[in-house]
């Protein structure tokens, strides 16, 4: 599976992005899917997922801001990031893991996408 994170950018604080998250080379739609972000020097963390019945968990920090969701006939995942704030600022990631259940830590997950740079000014 291959993955390919788009929709990064800057964007004023308080405003929203989508991100994407194309895969190839195999269907996803009983995998799990999850977005990572990591800033510089520090660990790559959990922001949200998505299994194949369309269950998903959150990180408390984006819970209520974010929404993640998955489109199985594009093969794409997506993450709508509304209420943007200066700390969302940071490369986000993709990831891909052929399991049913939800996941949240990094290790989990088997494929990855490049990631996408979100940067949110005050």
């Known amino acids: 599976v291959q993955l390919q994170a788009s929709g990064g950018g800057l964007v004023p604080g308080g405003g929203s992005l989508r991100l994407s998250c194309a895969a190839s080379?195999?269907?996803?739609?009983?995998?799990?899917l999850g977005w990572f972000r990591q800033t510089p020097g520090k660990d790559r963390y959990f922001v949200a997922a998505?299994?194949?019945?369309?269950?998903?968990v959150y990180a408390d920090s984006v819970m209520g801001r974010f929404t993640i969701s998955r489109d199985n006939a594009k093969n794409t995942v997506y993450l709508q990031m509304n209420g943007l704030k200066p700390e969302d600022t940071a490369v986000y990631y993709c990831a891909a893991d052929n399991s049913v259940y939800l996941r949240s830590e990094e290790h989990e997950y088997d494929y990855w996408g490049q990631g996408t740079q979100v940067t949110v000014s005050s």
């Open positions: 080379g195999r269907a996803i739609s009983t995998y799990t």
């Open positions: 998505i299994n194949w019945s369309r269950n998903t």
